[in-house]
């Protein structure tokens, strides 16, 4: 139709694909295939991050995400290995107190998920009521390097101790309930969590007394990563009633960080987990106190904010991210398409008359030609090739297969076809004459 060939449609066809080839291009850049796989920065062996890095594995396997849960030495490790793109390192837990957004650019929060509360313990017969009482003193502390270490010290340094005017021990949990016990130190300052039962066994004993932060309104306020906790009498065990009585605590709160890249369908998993995982109650937390939509610290993925918000997207919520993923480069092609085949159909009437008329336009300039030609003399051959032409452009108009719609673009080409045609017919009747009346003129010269 329209005189298109074979090339024509290869030409077409070539085209097509390479739009096609853009067009899945820019998808993967405007819109990314998940990762199958993550890595979680956790902690030591038998730690509380390797703890939650596993139950989190457990979870998101359920969305067919792989998980390898990286063991580290703790916050300070954790948070090197996401700042480095190198380590392959997606997302790490933290605590509060270590860095912040302005230190780590690159890296955004998920929202605060426990508490990672700060313990003193003390011989019983101490009477320890605030922090500058332990000046000069011997105080266990976590191993160096560590982010309980770190956080401790800061806390530590506000009440005027240092390692300069205070014996600082980096004792293990348990080495450090055998030091109080020996009595080769005076206090232990570590974190432990809630249902620790190294914490258990110091409540419960009658030798060790937890000292309560009477300050820490003030403690908070200085540091905005800590939060002040009330542990009520009885809450460990109301029969006996363990804690004797009321005891306030400072803590901080653990976080997931992920690095500003990481996939959004992943960080939806990821927050989906976290609910599952911390949203429970428990000793300082009531039910759906955790995960937090907010962060002291760092900034909170927009992700994030608005599952917080508005709970998992549609999508989300019936497909795995991958296939949400293709859905919605399903979606991002049909709305290109509706976007670009509206105007066209629109114009689609013009652009046909266009092509129609761009077709008969090659097919006028082998007819003017052909009429050009005509304004030499010619001979009888000649002119039967200029029939011959006449007669070939005649089938080419006709094989066009110009639309009915278009009959005037048609008739308007024959009808000047025809006229070029008649010339031709004319001046083959003037060369006969001509002829003719040179062979009269040669019978009346013989004469």
């Known amino acids: 139709m329209l005189g298109y060939t074979r090339q024509h449609l290869l030409a077409a066809f070539v085209v097509a694909l390479c739009v096609g080839g853009l067009a899945w291009l820019a998808l993967e850049i405007f819109i990314p295939a998940p990762p199958t796989k993550i890595v979680i920065a956790g902690s030591f062996k038998g730690g509380h991050y390797e703890a939650l890095g596993l139950r989190y594995k457990a979870i998101l396997a359920r969305s067919h995400l792989k998980v390898d849960v990286r063991m580290t030495n703790g916050a300070l490790e954790n948070l090197k290995l996401l700042n480095d793109p190198r380590s392959g390192v997606q997302v790490a ?3 509060g107190g270590v860095a912040n957004g302005e230190q780590t650019p690159d890296l955004l929060s998920l929202g605060r998920i426990d508490h990672q509360i ?4 003390h011989p019983a017969g101490e009477t320890f ?6 000046k000069g003193k011997r105080i266990a502390l976590g191993p160096v390097g560590s982010g309980t270490r770190t956080v401790s010290e800061k806390i530590l340094n506000v009440s005027g101790i240092t390692s300069e005017n205070t014996t600082l021990l980096s004792l293990t949990p348990q080495s450090a309930v055998d030091a109080l016990n020996d009595g080769t130190i005076d206090a232990l300052f570590l974190n432990f969590s809630p249902d620790s039962s190294i914490l258990h066994t110091l409540l419960r004993s009658t030798k060790y007394r937890p000292m309560s932060f009477t300050d820490a309104d003030a403690l908070t306020r200085i540091f905005p990563f800590l939060v002040r906790l009330v542990m009520p009498r009885g809450v460990v065990d109301y029969e006996t009633k363990v804690p ?11 976080v997931v960080l992920v690095r500003k890249e990481l996939h959004p369908s992943i960080i939806d998993l990821l927050v989906q987990t976290m609910v599952e995982v911390h949203s429970a109650p428990g000793i300082f937390q009531r039910i759906g106190e ?9 900034p909170v993925a927009e992700e994030a904010s608005d599952f917080y918000k508005n709970g998992p997207s549609l999508l989300n919520r019936y497909f795995l991210p991958w296939v949400t993923n293709y859905v919605k480069r399903g979606i991002a092609v049909v709305v290109t398409a509706v976007a670009i085949i509206v105007p066209v159909f629109s114009y689609w009437p013009r652009l046909y008359k266009w092509l129609v008329e761009y077709r008969l336009r090659a097919l006028y300039r082998r007819l003017r030609k052909i009429e050009a030609r005509l304004q030499n003399s ?8 200029l029939e011959d032409e006449i007669e070939s452009l005649d089938r080419d108009i006709i094989n066009l297969g110009v ?11 024959k009808s000047h076809l025809n006229l070029v045609r008649t ?25």
């Open 244 to 254: 004797a009585a009321d005891v306030i605590l400072i803590a901080t709160t653990n």
């Open 423 to 447: 010339r031709i017919g004319l001046r083959r009747t003037d060369l006969r004459g001509k002829k003719e009346d040179g062979a009269l003129s040669a019978l009346i010269a013989d004469v």
């Open 118 to 121: 700060f313990w003193l313990f």
């Open 129 to 134: 009521s605030d922090l500058t009482q332990l």
């Open 93 to 95: 837990f933290m605590q």
């Open 403 to 413: 639309p009915m719609k278009h009959s005037d673009l048609y008739f308007m080409i």
């Open 290 to 298: 955790f995960p937090t939509p907010t962060d002291p610290e760092y």
């Open 378 to 385: 010619f001979t009888a051959s000649e002119i039967s090739t």
